[in-house]
């Protein structure tokens, strides 16, 4: 059962041109939020804009009596999150969620890839610290593939490293890490011999699509995060609808937003 919260803002922080990490106090709903899963955010207490928008649970903030909220990573690309980056420690913004389907993983995991196309990282950190806690006492390696435009599309790092994740960086200029997408430095290893126990990836339709045939040509399972425009995310309004591998229709926001790509119509 989705909760609705009004959370106050403990921080809005510009994380480079143009990202903005939010961290948000509401106990109730870090509680209830598992890695993939998403809350809905109205970035203004009126009605305009009158939808709420999508964003992915990044990060939770403390844990288990201490957990107090959980943060958003999120990039500034049209009214909405113009409005949010403008928001301020103290205000307030009404929260719901959490929605969807996340990751899942499954037991006995010891060598997980994670694939990110730019703000596409904002949901693999959560599960990353989630499958550093399951590793605790017993090796479990997780390698981030993760590739953006420019230098500055490549965020949490450093965040990462701390949690013991191996990073390949890529970058289309070629300004950090290796130059081209993050799909062929994810074939490359592979074809180097790594055989990771899953993929997880989430980003862009096109690296979306191309990490599935990519992990079908090496036969390893994976999940992808998948993004549509949302009006509603519970089910209500259709307008997130995708096509199935069936005749049907499936919805990002309570089939997904995490699938498994067989069921896609691709
Ligand atoms: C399940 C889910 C999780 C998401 N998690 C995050 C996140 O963690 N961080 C983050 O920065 N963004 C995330 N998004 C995308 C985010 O919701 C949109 O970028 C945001 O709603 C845009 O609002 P806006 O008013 O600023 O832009 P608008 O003015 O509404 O649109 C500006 C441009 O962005 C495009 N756009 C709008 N919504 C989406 C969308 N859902 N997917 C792709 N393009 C879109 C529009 O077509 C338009 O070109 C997520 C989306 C979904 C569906
Ligand atoms: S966003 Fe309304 S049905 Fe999915």
């Not at 990202?19 to 948000?24: P, T």
């Not at 955010?41 to 009158?50: E, H, K, M």
């Not at 062929?184 to 055989?195: D, I, N, P, Q, V």
């Amino acid at each position: 059962m989705p909760l609705q919260d009004t959370a106050e803002i403990l921080w809005n922080e510009q994380q480079s041109t143009c990202y903005f990490k939010m961290g948000l106090r509401s106990p109730a709903l870090a509680r209830a939020a598992a890695p993939g899963q998403f809350v809905m955010v109205r970035v203004r207490d009126s009605t305009d804009p009158v939808l709420r928008r999508p964003f992915s649970i990044h990060n939770l903030l403390g844990e288990g009596e201490r957990l107090r909220g959980f943060e958003i990573l999120y990039k500034v690309v049209g009214r909405g999150t113009a409005i949010l980056s403008e928001l301020r420690a103290g205000e307030h913004v009404g929260v719901l969620g959490p929605f969807g389907n996340g990751f899942t993983c499954p037991e006995g995991l010891q060598n997980v890839f994670l694939v990110a196309g730019g703000i596409g990282i904002a949901p693999l950190y959560y599960l990353a610290s989630l499958l550093e806690s399951m590793g605790r006492g017993r090796p479990l390696w997780c390698t981030l593939f993760f590739g953006g435009r420019t230098y500055s599309d490549i965020l949490c790092k450093e965040a990462f490293h701390v949690i013991g994740v191996d990073l390949r960086i890529s970058t289309e200029d070629g300004s950090l890490g290796h130059k081209g997408l993050v799909t062929s430095l994810l074939k490359r290893e592979l074809a180097s011999g790594e055989s990771p126990d899953i993929i997880y990836a989430c980003g862009p339709e096109p690296m979306l699509k191309e990490t599935f045939r990519i992990a079908a040509s090496f036969d390893i399972p994976c999940q992808l995060s998948m993004e549509s425009v949302m009006a509603c995310g519970f089910g209500a309004c259709l307008g997130c609808a995708i096509k199935g591998k069936g005749p049907g229709y499936l919805h990002v926001c309570t089939d997904g937003p995490v699938f498994d790509p067989s069921l896609l119509g691709w």
